[in-house]
């Protein structure tokens, strides 16, 4: 037994180099071929240039940067609230017979392509905007507002299914304890439960940021794929990373490292995420 279990020791440590060997790699990568054009660009031109014309060698990308956080930002407004709120709702309210047919149904969602999502956000939701829109707001309905709507829907599955397993990870004696000092189910799930439950659903918005920031195919289809200034929420804009998919095909020297250094700028984007997270994570502790 003791062979084996050091036999396992060393196949999980192995994993874990692994693990850690990719991303370095994936550094080293973004980094070594990113930062020279960027310095070969300008930085402040690069990340504060309002202009992105390859033919005449400008490079600037803060459009897609505000593109890109416009659109995150309100993927996170759509779907946080509905995430949580059902994540609650299956964890402590859903009738067991109920639970059967939607939790197998969420999950159906987690497993849909991501061009599937887009093809229907351009064949329902981006109709629905320039239809329900179009006379007060402008715009053919690919826009910072659809591409928020389908975001929100994507991130569903990712933010339901780690704040349910988090919420029913909190110890049955916390619910116990608020009924028996004289709360009612409602508000022992509201404010007992849920609060100790929130570094878990802190993780699972953390995880849907991350899928929203990073998704490309469907904003490509829904988002209008302009390289402009944001002028309202209506408007067509266009994402960091559908500024590299869309070129990346036929990008050459100057052109493909610029591409590159954005994927440098997203990459940067993720970690800050995710330090934030760990921060809250450490205070929360202490």
Not at 55 to 82: K, R
Not at 134 to 152: M, Y
Not at 179 to 208: D, N
Request: charged share 15%.
């Amino acid at each position: 037994m003791k062979v084996k279990e050091k036999v396992m020791e060393y196949v999980f440590l192995l994993c874990a180099c692994v693990s850690i060997l990719a991303v370095a790699l994936i550094c080293i990568f973004l980094f070594a071929n990113g930062l020279p054009a960027m310095k070969e660009i300008g930085v402040f031109d690069f990340l504060l240039g309002k202009r992105w014309k390859p033919g005449n060698d400008i490079y600037g990308i803060f459009p897609m940067i505000l593109g890109s956080i416009y659109v995150t930002a309100g993927a996170i407004i759509v779907g946080v609230p509905i995430g949580l709120l059902t994540a609650v709702y299956l964890a402590k309210f859903c009738p067991a017979g109920l639970y059967k047919i939607i939790k197998p149904g969420i999950d159906l969602l987690a497993g849909i392509p991501s061009v599937v999502y887009g093809f229907f956000g351009l064949c329902v939701i981006v109709p629905a905007v320039r239809t329900l829109f179009k006379d007060t707001f402008g715009g053919n309905g690919q826009s910072i507002f659809t591409a928020s709507v389908l975001l929100g829907i994507m991130i569903l599955p990712t933010i339901i299914g780690i704040a349910e397993s988090a919420i029913r990870a909190v110890p049955e004696r916390y619910y116990q304890g608020a009924l028996a000092l004289g709360a009612t189910h409602e508000r022992a799930v509201f404010l007992t439960v849920v609060p100790a439950a929130k570094s878990g659903i802190m993780a699972g918005i953390v995880l849907g940021i991350g899928r929203a920031i990073g998704e490309t195919m469907a904003v490509i289809m829904v988002a209008g794929n302009q390289a402009r200034m944001p002028k309202g929420i209506f408007q067509g804009i266009r994402t960091l990373t559908a500024n590299i998919v869309m070129e990346m095909g036929y990008a050459t020297d100057l052109h493909r490292e610029a591409l590159i250094a954005t994927g440098v700028v997203l990459f940067v984007f993720i970690l800050i995420i995710n330090t934030l997270f760990s921060i809250l994570k450490r205070k929360e502790v202490h």
